[in-house]
């Protein structure tokens, strides 16, 4: 199974309940604020829906038959959005998603997993003039390669833009106010600043630093990281060449549970990747890239946040798990370089084809953040090696269909005779 750290959180991994803050608290408190404020007129309120179908079957297993992974999953939510404009300078958002899974595996459906809601975001927005821009509440934070984070936080978000140059600060926690069915146990506060410098429509350069700090919960000790780092994606203005370039450092303590003493911690990672876009029929794009984390030592082992997704538009056509869609590792004492072609083969239909190689970088017994439910024996650094192809069909607005498949092949990290992994899935969205 994979590794559960402070780091990497399941949303599934829920132990028990924080304190409770009732929703229709949060709502009247926001609303009694902005409009003892603001005297205009307020207009009707905005509303949209989509609707999400997700059809989804995984196979791993070892040459024992002592663990294995053969389960076919059916997923269906229903995301209503509302916009609820408060005046000229500010506007009440919220999203709310109901949802429903299905296993084949008896075991792995409980009351939990069948039928959930969660308030994925409620926030007061506020642009108090034309360049400083504030939310308060429940809102969606990412980055685009999603590294650094892809999730939904409870806090406070200040934006400063001045057109080509951005400055964002936020304080945040997850799930701080409860609003789901999937309760959390931990405690950890997210103090984040970027800025957001872009030279034309198509490159962004940010420089950033994140710190997170966090109460010990269930198996997981008490820890306090910082990342600083710069991520650049960049296409010169009527360019076919893209690339991009992330380069992060670590630094911070976590508590060991066995001696209740600090451990120092540090690491570094870096990712490189080139895109070109040649003007044919089909206008494929050519990708090359390495992403690269330091191993070692408990003490030396790069990790990621814990609140990445690592979802990237690799060849430029649709976003997807860059890191490889069956193996999907975190970026932890590995180095993997990938390959790949994506194509726009009529105006509805793209497609995209990517291989992945996968090594350790210090040879060791697990693989942390893998979806896969088996570990390396720790004798052989060579993972393996892993290809994904990722169709999107877009029939209008409304409609869109995307379908995945993807195949890990074991390499000599793992035992002999090793039966491959792969996944395949269907994902059908309707936006009414």
Do not use: C
């Amino acid at each position: 199974m994979p590794l559960k750290t402070p780091y990497m959180v399941s949303r599934t991994s829920r132990l028990a309940k924080q304190p409770h803050v009732p929703t229709w608290l949060i709502v009247s408190a926001l609303l009694l604020t902005v409009q003892s404020a603001n005297s205009q007129s307020i207009s009707a309120p905005e509303f949209d829906a989509s609707l999400d179908l997700n059809l989804a079957r995984t196979e791993a297993q070892d040459a024992d038959f002592i663990n294995e992974r053969d389960t076919g999953q059916v997923e269906l939510e229903l995301t209503l959005d509302a916009k609820q404009s408060l005046g000229k300078w500010a506007s009440l958002v919220g999203r709310l998603q109901l949802s429903s899974r299905r296993f084949s595996r008896s075991e792995l459906n409980n009351d939990d997993e069948t039928f959930a809601y969660d308030l994925e975001r409620l926030f007061l927005q506020v642009n108090a003039g034309d360049n400083l821009r504030f939310r308060l509440g429940r809102q969606s934070f990412d980055d685009p390669m999603e590294f650094i984070w892809d999730e939904d936080l409870d806090g406070l978000r200040l934006s400063f833009d001045f057109g080509n140059t951005e400055l964002e600060l936020s304080q945040t926690r997850e799930d701080w106010f409860e609003a789901s069915t999937l309760d959390r146990v931990d405690k950890i506060d997210n103090t984040y600043g970027a800025l957001k410098l872009r030279p034309n429509k198509n490159t962004i350069w940010t420089p950033y630093v994140i710190q997170r700090a966090g109460d010990a919960f269930g198996d997981s000790p008490d820890f306090d990281s910082t990342w600083i780092g710069l991520q650049a994606i960049v296409q010169p203005k009527g360019s076919s060449w893209r690339y991009w370039f992330h380069a992060t450092a670590m630094d911070g303590t976590e508590t060991d549970p066995d001696s209740n003493s600090d451990i120092d911690l540090q690491g570094q990672a870096v990712q490189l990747g080139l895109n070109w876009t040649a003007n044919v029929a089909w206008e494929p794009t050519f990708t090359l890239a390495v992403s690269h984390a330091s191993g070692g030592e408990r003490d030396e082992r790069f990790r990621q946040t814990g609140l990445h997704g690592n979802d990237f538009a690799l060849n430029n056509k649709t976003t997807f798990r860059y890191l490889g869609e069956v193996l999907d590792p975190e970026l932890t004492n590995i180095r993997i370089l990938t390959a790949g072609v994506g194509a726009t083969i009529t105006k509805k239909w793209t497609a995209d084809i990517a291989v992945h190689s996968y090594q350790q970088v210090e040879i060791e017994d697990n693989l942390r953040g893998s979806d896969i439910e088996f570990e390396p024996l720790g004798l052989d650094d060579d993972l393996g090696i892993g290809a994904d192809l990722v169709v999107n069909y877009e029939h209008n607005k409304q409609l869109n269909l995307i379908m995945t498949s993807g195949r890990f092949v074991p390499g000599d990290a793992f035992s002999d005779g090793r039966d491959d992994a792969w996944i395949a899935r269907l994902e059908v969205e309707y936006n009414f």
